[in-house]
């Protein structure tokens, strides 16, 4: 059984930083990608960033030049770590691995919230 376990969320003032880390534990059969997603209320889930096997990174426009994904491939761990933190980055934060053989794994969820 897969488990995604997440931790690091919380309560920060604008302008804070925290970070965010996503261990992936059980029978995964390599990890192609690796990442964070997030959900506000009454939005869609969007892409934060995720890191591929190759090395690559994609991070959403908003976040650029603010948050950095680390990611420990010997341990199948992920970091997010998120600066300047802004009230619209509230959300729901979800850990996100996809496998070689595509299979979608994701966390329960950390909730982030950010006070102006």
């Known amino acids: 059984q897969v488990q995604l376990v997440e931790s690091g969320g919380g309560l920060v003032q604008a302008g804070g930083s925290l970070t965010l880390s996503c261990a992936a534990s059980?029978?995964?059969?390599?990890?192609?990608?690796m990442g964070w997603y997030r959900q506000a209320p009454g939005k869609q889930r969007e892409l934060v960033a995720i890191t591929s096997s190759g090395g690559s990174t994609n991070y959403a426009d908003s976040v650029k030049g603010r948050f950095t994904l680390s990611r420990d491939n010997a341990k199948n761990t992920v970091h997010l770590q998120m600066n300047t933190l802004k009230p619209e980055d509230t959300a729901v934060y979800y850990c996100?691995?996809?496998?070689?053989?595509?299979?979608?794994?994701w966390g329960q969820g950390t909730q982030v919230t950010v006070s102006s």
């Open positions: 059980g029978s995964i059969p390599g990890i192609r990608s």
């Open positions: 996100r691995t996809i496998s070689f053989s595509n299979t979608d794994y």
